[in-house]
């Protein structure tokens, strides 16, 4: 009788395992998890923008929110971005948490003045009596086919900007505890996520899947343990990352992948140990490359005593330095690629 209950609880723990292993969630429903929960716990939280209420949004990452928690938290507005943008930092001024959906960052630019001058600076201006909570969300970059007013990467631009907190999730894990960690935080904060990883579902654990999990803002994540390159990126770049170092791996080459997660606060401590260790630095990213988030870490890179732990100089992986072709042959051609990741890493390792 003993042995059959020992047999029993040890098919009962493997089928926990198993089911732990097995939970997944896209970043789409991880978005929309979080969300939820903030509208749930704080009754200052509400979510604007076109289309997010009745038609649950433009890719359904509100979808059940406006049924569940009404007009007054879910709000549809009219296409005007400085309207609503300019309406929901007001919001924050008065003490309310706004998460503002832009339907593409591409459109914010309609909003720019609303977002710099009026939310990333009235914080400093006002020494502190007014903080500004609120969230800026939206694809943010490439998707596919829309030509290069819709296909812009905005992470230099704003992360450029001081007051400004700026987001850039890859996986399901990282858009649930950014977005929530974003909506909690006093400052104004951009939150860039990318349509093409909207759809694609992630392993998530026991604590992901909780109301209380938060991921802290300004810590990167490693990705993938390595020893002899360091390559860095966030949000899609991510993808390309741990691709190239899976192929990378059958050539004896150990790479190791950090998902920077936060672009502002930028964790450069996370990239100084891992070059301390690998001596070899790439950086990959969708957008341009002039004054870029590889341009960036470059930057800091000589600036410090990163740059004397180099065998190699840093090399960057980037779109290429024009506006996004319609033509989807021009359009694969403008976008960096894991074929591009695998190439600067073996250059950097002078691997023929």
Same mark, same amino acid.
């Given at each position: ?21 097995? %939970?997944? +969630? ?43 928690? #009404? ?21 924050? &001024? ?8 832009? +339907?593409?960052?591409?459109?914010? +630019? ?27 969300? @939206?694809?943010? @970059?490439?998707?596919? #086919? ?9 992470? *230099? ?7 400004? /907190? ?10 649930? @505890? ?20 909207? @759809? ?18 300004? /810590? ?14 966030? %949000?899609?770049?991510? $993808?390309? *990352? ?6 990378? !791996?059958?050539?004896?080459?150990? *790479? ?9 606060? &930028?964790?450069? $401590? ?14 990959? !990213? ?5 004054? #870029?988030?590889? *341009? !960036? ?6 600036? %410090? ?25 021009? $359009? ?13 890493? /073996? /250059? ?5």
């Amino acid at each position: 009788m003993a042995l059959r209950k020992c047999g029993n609880l040890f098919v009962a723990c493997l089928a926990g395992q198993s089911s732990r292993a097995a %939970s997944t +969630m896209t970043v789409r429903d991880a978005l929309n998890q979080a969300m939820d929960e903030e509208i749930k716990r704080d009754d200052r939280v509400f979510l604007l923008g076109e289309e997010v209420a009745q038609y649950d949004g433009a890719y359904k990452i509100s979808k059940g929110l406006w049924k569940k928690h #009404g007009d007054k938290r879910i709000i549809d507005t009219p296409i005007t971005e400085m309207g609503f943008a300019g309406i929901a930092v007001g919001a924050a &001024f008065a003490g309310l948490r706004p998460i503002c959906e832009f +339907m593409t960052f591409n459109f914010s +630019m309609q909003a720019i003045d609303q977002i710099i001058n009026s939310a990333a600076k009235t914080y400093y201006m006002s020494a502190g009596r007014v903080p500004v909570p609120i969230v800026f969300r @939206g694809p943010n @970059g490439a998707a596919a #086919g829309v030509a290069a007013q819709h296909s812009q990467d905005y992470s *230099a631009w704003y992360a450029h900007c001081p007051g400004l /907190k700026v987001l850039t999730p890859y996986s399901a894990e990282d858009a649930k @505890g950014l977005l929530k960690a974003a909506i909690r935080d006093d400052n104004p904060v951009v939150f860039l996520e990318n349509e093409i990883l909207y @759809g694609q579902s992630f392993p998530v654990s026991d604590e992901v899947l909780s109301d209380d999990f938060v991921v802290p803002i300004g /810590k990167a994540k490693i990705e993938r343990s390595g020893d002899h390159v360091t390559i860095v990126s966030y %949000s899609r770049g991510v $993808e390309f *990352a741990l691709e190239a170092a899976k192929q990378l !791996e059958s050539i004896g080459v150990s *790479a190791e992948v950090i998902n920077l997660r936060s672009l502002r606060p &930028f964790d450069f $401590e996370s990239i100084r140990q891992s070059v301390h260790k690998t001596h070899h630095l790439v950086s990959v !990213e969708t957008g341009w490359p002039f004054a #870029g988030i590889g *341009a !960036e870490i470059a930057a800091q890179v000589m600036e %410090s005593d990163v740059f004397d732990q180099l065998d190699a100089p840093l090399l960057r992986v980037t779109g290429v330095d024009v506006p996004m072709p319609y033509a989807h042959s021009l $359009e694969q051609a403008a976008l960096p690629t894991t074929e591009h990741v695998v190439k600067a890493v /073996k /250059k950097s390792l002078n691997i023929q």
